[in-house]
């Protein structure tokens, strides 16, 4: 079988190939059976992928990872065709007419001081935009379910803040954080699993909030946790194996210590020569 339309642009031809896979005579089997709802996970996976290759600082993977996430949104595209919702024209041309609408400092009269006061007026375009559309009566209902739960609090906190319900200073959400710490502790005491549940979920997200209030991604930074917990336990591994020991064999606090270990061995390598 030859490469539809391989003639024609790149973005064309994405086009052409995802219309043949579809196309119910000689497509694939596979993605004829697909639907939005089966192919959403996909492309929440691909998002993530896409991230982690940027927080690896693997660019070369990066160009493929976000081939990966633009088929995601021809797939979605196609299928919206087929059932004629709209296409993939439809797609790049709401967008074009969204960044065009949310920066009248670039494409229109207005100006912007500063990244804070464009971030204001950013909320203040999106909040008339969800008021014309009559997505909702609460401010929060299209920040999306989907979303991982930290980015979601973080979004829910962000919004909330819009309308002047935040803490005015980082400071005072520090004081909740410890606040919530004393109940986590409270309900530990308790032996009531489910309270203690709750009040986990309390101190993650006040501590999400505090992160909001420093600027900080708590997302990407609890990423780099992960990170970070994954390479000084390898270090634990490596040194373990090297020693012909298993972790059997080892106690807590010897664990401890090569986890230390690798700490001051990368506090070393950041050190400049």
Not at 223 to 240: G, M, W
Request: proline share 4%.
């Amino acid at each position: 079988m030859s490469d539809p339309s391989e003639n024609t642009s790149p973005i064309e031809r994405l086009r052409a190939i995802m219309a043949k896979l579809r196309d119910p005579n000689g497509g694939c089997p596979w993605d004829l059976e697909q639907d939005f709802r089966s192919i959403a996970p996909y492309t929440i996976e691909e998002a993530y992928e896409v991230a982690d290759a940027i927080e690896r600082e693997r660019y070369d993977e990066l160009k493929d990872e976000l081939g990966d996430l633009l088929l995601q949104v021809i797939f979605h595209s196609q299928m919206a065709q087929e059932a004629e919702l709209f296409d993939f024209d439809d797609v790049v041309q709401a967008i074009n007419d969204k960044m065009i609408r949310r920066h009248p400092h670039v494409f229109g009269d207005a100006s912007s001081r500063d990244a804070d006061t464009q971030t204001l007026e950013w909320e203040a375009i999106k909040a008339a935009e969800r008021k014309a559309s009559d997505k909702g009566e609460s401010l929060l209902d299209d920040v999306p379910v989907a979303l991982p739960a930290i980015k979601r609090a973080q979004k829910l906190q962000k919004r909330a803040a819009t309308v002047g319900f935040d803490w005015p200073t980082a400071e005072q959400v520090l004081d909740k954080v410890d606040e919530e710490l004393a109940e986590v502790r409270e309900a530990m005491a308790s032996g009531d699993i489910d309270a203690v549940a709750e009040e986990i979920g309390d101190l993650v997200f006040v501590s999400t909030n505090l992160g909001r209030k420093m600027k900080v991604d708590v997302e990407a930074a609890t990423r780099a946790a992960n990170t970070k917990f994954e390479r000084r336990f390898r270090h634990i591994e490596v040194s373990l194996a090297a020693g012909g020991r298993k972790f059997a064999d080892t106690s807590l606090a010897e664990m401890e210590g090569l986890w230390d270990e690798a700490k001051t061995l990368e506090k070393a390598a950041r050190q400049p020569v």
